[in-house]
């Protein structure tokens, strides 16, 4: 199974992006869906995450009241709303699916071990500058 993300780009400090994430084949009431991101030189971190069974979401304390992940299980799409980007944003974002909520929601909190996951997306360059 491979995640398809989107919505990377060039984006000034204080500014908007969308991120999408297409889950071909798996069911987003059953998969926790989150957003992991790694910076230049610097180990993955995780960003946000949405749980499968209610729906709940988790975020990261460098980028809480910033973001905000969706899902549209019609859709089969999860989304990172990301608002008043910094320059230290500047990351490839990556979607990752987990049939388990612990393993996402750890690496919201620590990056060691590293973020882990059943699957993976190829990620999208987020670039905040200018």
């Known amino acids: 199974v491979q995640l398809v993300e989107s919505g990377g780009g060039l984006v000034q400090p204080g500014g908007s992006l969308r991120l999408s994430c297409v889950v071909p084949?798996?069911?987003?009431?059953?998969?926790?869906i989150g957003w992991v991101r790694q910076a230049p030189g610097e180990q993955r971190e995780g960003v946000s995450c949405?749980?499968?069974?209610?729906?709940?979401?988790y975020y990261s304390k460098s980028v809480e009241g910033r973001f905000t992940i969706s899902r549209d299980i019609a859709k089969n799409t999860v989304y990172l709303q990301m608002n008043d980007l910094k320059p230290e944003d500047t990351a490839v974002y990556y979607c990752?699916?987990?049939?388990?909520?612990?393993?996402?929601?750890?690496?919201?909190?620590?990056?060691?071990?590293?973020?882990?996951?059943?699957?993976w997306g190829q990620g999208t360059q987020v670039t905040v500058s200018g």
């Open positions: 084949g798996l069911r987003l009431d059953f998969y926790v």
């Open positions: 990752a699916a987990d049939r388990h909520l612990a393993r996402l929601f750890r690496s919201l909190h620590s990056q060691h071990p590293p973020p882990m996951a059943d699957y």
């Open positions: 949405i749980n499968s069974s209610d729906n709940d979401t």
